[in-house]
């Protein structure tokens, strides 16, 4: 695969300050596709002064010009479109058609509402006798995970730069390739030189350095809610804004009276999505116990179908973590129905579908994210029990409700302590927020509220 051996700071690609690399490796058949620098504090400070030095000038860029360079960027993402999904492919082992649906489909969505967003957004209002106005932060900090890697390049860039910041990204070491690619789409849409720099290396280094740097006026992280825990902690103590998405353990409560077969089914294809590395998948599902016997059934049958028809997970250490936890669950008591520890091919970091049944709330796999193909039936008596469960983590990103009437799920969901949740198998909105309660983060993506995360509000009274 192509890679640069450079970092993207203003405007051009210039050498690393460091000689070190990261190996990039296919995760399917564990071989090393490319390298690129390991980026140092030294690196990082190169690019927060680029894009401070870019800021006045991008700040007080009409809208409607940010919005255009907006779109250009989206038209470059659809032109680049199969290579940016070979590109995926090769870094996270995704498959093509997967990658090609979703991680290179969906940035573009989300890359074009934010053209039309910043195009239309009024970012100033009356409120008696004040004007507010609400300005950008200044130069964002972006930390971004592997497992959905330019979805969430697009979903903290594109709202920042529609707000009028500056951005310095630090993608996830694992999968560097589409984030130089996305470099490279910026610089050909032209966004100007500084508004958006790139540093790849590793996050103990270069993303500590992000978040440490007193350059940085917002950070943007989405990852795990431990190292969430910390870059808050760091924010906190310099007074700075923190954006984070983390961690979840999300329920799919399928009702008494929901169409079971669907529902069963909508799930399993859920947690299975991306290998099940996937913050808001459904990796809990909730059933009456009269219907429990039949779901359990379902269940095992819809995800024998996947087999190896999904792909492999990031790197050797997800492998055994994942391992861990459905040996884990087996001895905590839980029943296996289909799947298991055991690697379906010798090569590549592949984990079998696995469904668990028999499990209780207080179980570690009912409680702790796995983030692989893993399910977790639960059952209730009641829906008092059923919301006692569904609440009963400290996550809150996302989750789901069947009903076999819509108005049934609706009441359901309201008392769900959660950030979103789908009313029988409702399709995924761009626009809409997404973003956890508790320990699922702070602050929200996508639309016209992830925009506001990316401003801060002044009032001049008349």
Not at 119 to 133: D, H, R
Not at 316 to 333: C, F, H, L
Request: with cysteine; charged share 20%.
């Amino acid at each position: 695969m192509k890679a640069h051996d450079g970092m993207y700071i203003g405007g051009d690609w210039r050498p690393a300050a460091g000689q070190d690399t990261i190996a990039v490796v296919n995760p399917a058949d564990e071989q090393v596709i490319a390298h690129v620098p390991a980026g140092t504090a030294e690196d990082v400070d190169a690019a927060v002064k680029a894009a401070r030095a870019a800021f006045p000038a991008w700040a007080a860029t009409p809208p409607a010009e940010r919005a255009a360079k907006i779109a250009a960027l989206r038209d470059v993402l659809v032109a680049r479109k199969d290579e940016i999904a070979e590109t995926v492919t090769a870094e996270l082992g995704s498959p093509l058609q997967f990658s090609q649906m979703v991680h290179a489909g969906v940035p573009i969505a989300v890359a074009g509402s934010y053209a039309e967003l910043a195009a239309s957004y009024s970012f100033e209002e009356k409120i008696g006798n004040s004007t507010v106005l609400l300005e950008p932060v200044g130069v964002v900090g972006a930390i971004t995970p592997w497992n959905y890697p330019l979805h969430q390049i697009v979903a903290k860039v594109a709202p920042a730069l529609a707000a009028g910041c500056t951005v310095v990204l630090k993608p996830a070491e694992d999968t560097p390739l589409v984030a130089q690619l996305f470099a490279e789409a910026a610089h050909e849409a032209g966004v100007p030189a500084g508004v958006f720099n790139l540093v790849t290396g590793l996050g103990p280094v270069a993303g500590q350095a992000l978040a440490e740097h007193d350059g940085v006026d917002l950070v943007s992280f989405t990852g795990s809610t431990a190292v969430g825990k910390q870059i808050g902690a760091t924010a906190g103590a310099a007074i700075k804004p923190v954006a984070l998405e983390l961690g979840g353990k999300s329920a799919n409560v399928i009702l008494p009276s929901a169409d079971l077969a669907k529902a069963v089914n909508v799930g399993v294809a859920n947690v299975m999505s991306n290998s099940g590395q996937t913050c808001s998948a459904w990796t809990r599902m909730l059933v009456h116990a009269d219907q429990y016997d039949e779901a359990v059934t379902l269940a095992a049958a819809a995800a024998a179908k996947y087999g190896d028809r999904i792909g492999p997970v990031v790197n050797a250490k997800q492998q055994d973590r994942v391992r861990g936890y459905i040996e884990r669950g087996t001895a905590e008591g839980a029943r296996v129905v289909v799947g298991g520890p055991e690697s379906p091919q010798d090569k590549g970091y592949f984990i079998t579908p696995t469904v668990f049944a028999d499990v209780t709330p207080d179980m570690t796999i009912a409680q702790e994210e796995i983030f692989g193909p893993v399910l977790s039936i639960l059952k209730y008596a009641d829906e008092d029990e059923a919301l006692a469960i569904a609440n009963g983590t400290v996550y809150g990103l996302a989750g789901a409700v069947w009903a076999g009437d819509e108005a049934e799920a609706v009441a359901f969901a309201r008392r769900m302590d959660t950030g979103q949740v789908d009313i029988n198998g409702g399709r995924f909105n761009p626009q809409a927020p997404f973003g956890g309660y508790k320990q699922s983060g702070v602050g929200r993506e996508l639309g016209p509220h992830g925009l506001g995360e990316y401003l801060q509000t002044k009032s001049l009274q008349f």
